[in-house]
């Protein structure tokens, strides 16, 4: 009896060993394909919030000046653009409405 156990167990735990293996390859791969998704839906986001300041920006610095709206808006939009790791250019058009003055 104990060598028929031995031969079923030499038969059956690579099998298990293989189906737990490529379970965990699909799981990682899965979770990979997330990543890269997570990624791409970041830098999507942050270029359209660089896009909004660049639009305040064009709207508002020829005037020279800001209406109080427009810089809480550009305060909301510039948060969310930092919080999702933008800086660079979008903290420079940030930097150019905060220095206009603001008018109700």
């Known amino acids: 009896m104990p060598e028929q156990l031995m031969t079923l167990l030499e038969s059956v ?16 791969k899965s979770h990979r394909k997330e990543e890269v998704h997570d ?5 999507g986001l ?3 919030l660089r896009a909004e300041l660049l639009e305040i920006h064009a709207k508002h610095v020829p005037l020279g000046y800001m209406p109080l709206g427009a810089m809480e808006e550009a305060d909301r939009v510039y948060q969310a653009y930092h919080s999702l790791g933008g800086n660079g250019t979008g903290t420079k058009i940030y930097e150019d409405l905060k220095a206009l003055p603001t008018v109700d």
């Open 39 to 43: 990624r791409v839906m970041e830098t």
């Open 13 to 28: 735990v690579p099998m298990l060993l293989t189906g737990v293996g490529g379970v965990c390859g699909w799981l990682l």
């Open 46 to 48: 942050r270029t359209l």
